[in-house]
């Protein structure tokens, strides 16, 4: 086949949309300070608020399950249910389902190339 590209998920970069972007802020200034939300994620959270690419795609995934059940964690504990509807929100633009149809770009590595 002409034309592909063969991308290593460990290095190729993630770009979300700015309302995927916009909603990973909202879910941040909800869940901030909460202390049924592990440091780490929380940080995690902040960066990918910031629209900055994420590296590796196999480590999004992972990252988006980590931050989808830290965040029913805090709203378990909490009883939030901005923060659900937020993290609801976030989904359904993750899924396409929002205004923007593309909300993902894969940025391949450097060294990627055509086979």
Do not use: C
């Not at 034309?3 to 309302?19: M, P």
Request: without cysteine; glycine residues 8%; hydrophobic residues 40%.
């Amino acid at each position: 086949m002409t034309g592909l590209l063969k991308i290593d998920a460990k290095t190729a970069k993630i770009k979300f949309s700015q309302e995927v972007v916009k909603s990973l802020g909202r879910l941040e200034a909800l869940v901030h300070g909460s202390a049924h939300y592990s440091p780490e994620l929380l940080k995690n959270l902040q960066d990918w608020a910031s629209g900055r690419p994420i590296s590796g795609v196999s480590m999004a995934l992972t990252e988006m399950a980590l931050i989808t059940r830290e965040t029913m964690k805090h709203v378990n504990a909490t009883g939030d249910t901005r923060a659900e509807e937020t993290l609801g929100e976030l989904i359904s633009a993750l899924m396409g389902l929002g205004l923007d149809p593309n909300p993902v770009s894969v940025l391949p590595s450097p060294r990627t190339r055509a086979r």
